[in-house]
């Protein structure tokens, strides 16, 4: 079992619509989650971390936690055809200290 | 503030050399990560600086070092090249600890021939 899992994509949405994205992760004890941005052939960007059980927004975005099924989402609301990126999940291991992405998630938004 | 530097952008080496790439954190950050970046293996971390120290390490072979200089610049190590380094390597720095956010530098994209 990976450490970090998201669902490769591509996940298309049309303009406007909300955008939802997974993750799920195996450490139980992790305690800090990240979601990352990037754009083809750029570095990731964060857009948002999370530590406590529940939601946290930013803007357009909302990042869900849910530490007893062990599992992060991030929603895009108004889905904006410059939001079509890859999305990567980072999660900080709690045995190992260490910062462990997925694969990521690509996300097209379609105009 | 300045962003992550990481210099040079682009390499191209052959297989059996040996490669030195370099990072710059952000002023006052002192945790510097490494990762590879693959279209097949995705995000990999490397190795995470703190305070000149190695702090934590990734899966990787010897051939794959790093240092922290007392400035905070860190460099990381490839010897003997193969094929299958070929990648985008990134360098990240934080403040104070890993488990602070981290930022990424532009990267280093190391093509081996």
């Known amino acids: 079992q990976k450490e970090v899992e998201q669902n490769s994509g591509p996940l298309s949405v049309p303009e406007g619509a909300i955008a939802s994205l997974n993750c799920t992760y195996s450490?139980?004890?992790?305690?800090?989650f990240f979601w990352y941005r990037q754009y083809s052939g750029k570095s990731p960007e964060l857009i948002m971390f999370?530590?406590?059980?529940g939601d946290k927004e930013d803007g357009r975005f909302t990042a869900q936690l849910n530490k007893a099924s062990q599992y992060v989402s991030l929603l895009i609301r108004d889905s904006q055809p410059s939001d079509s990126a890859t999305y990567l999940c980072?999660?900080?291991?709690?045995?190992?200290?260490?910062?462990?992405f997925g694969q990521g998630t690509t996300l097209q938004v379609k105009p | 503030k300045a962003g992550v530097t990481q210099t040079p952008r682009y390499l191209i080496k052959t297989r059996g050399q040996q490669v030195t790439l370099s990072c710059s954190p952000i002023?006052?950050?002192?945790?510097v990560s490494w990762y590879q970046q693959t279209p097949g293996q995705g995000l990999q971390f490397l190795f995470e600086?703190?305070?000149?120290?190695?702090?934590n390490k990734g899966n990787f072979p010897g051939r794959f070092s790093g240092r922290q200089f007392s400035n905070s610049r860190s460099e990381m190590n490839v010897s003997t090249l193969e094929l299958g380094d070929s990648a985008l390597y990134l360098c990240?720095?934080?403040?104070?600890?890993?488990?602070?956010?981290?930022?990424f530098g532009p990267g280093t994209r190391l093509l081996v021939l």
């Open positions: 980072a999660v900080i291991t709690s045995n190992t200290g260490k910062l462990i």
């Open positions: 999370i530590y406590s059980n």
């Open positions: 990240a720095s934080s403040f104070p600890r890993v488990q602070e956010t981290q930022y």
């Open positions: 002023s006052g950050h002192r945790s």
């Open positions: 600086y703190f305070s000149e120290t190695q702090r």
């Open positions: 450490d139980r004890g992790s305690q800090s």
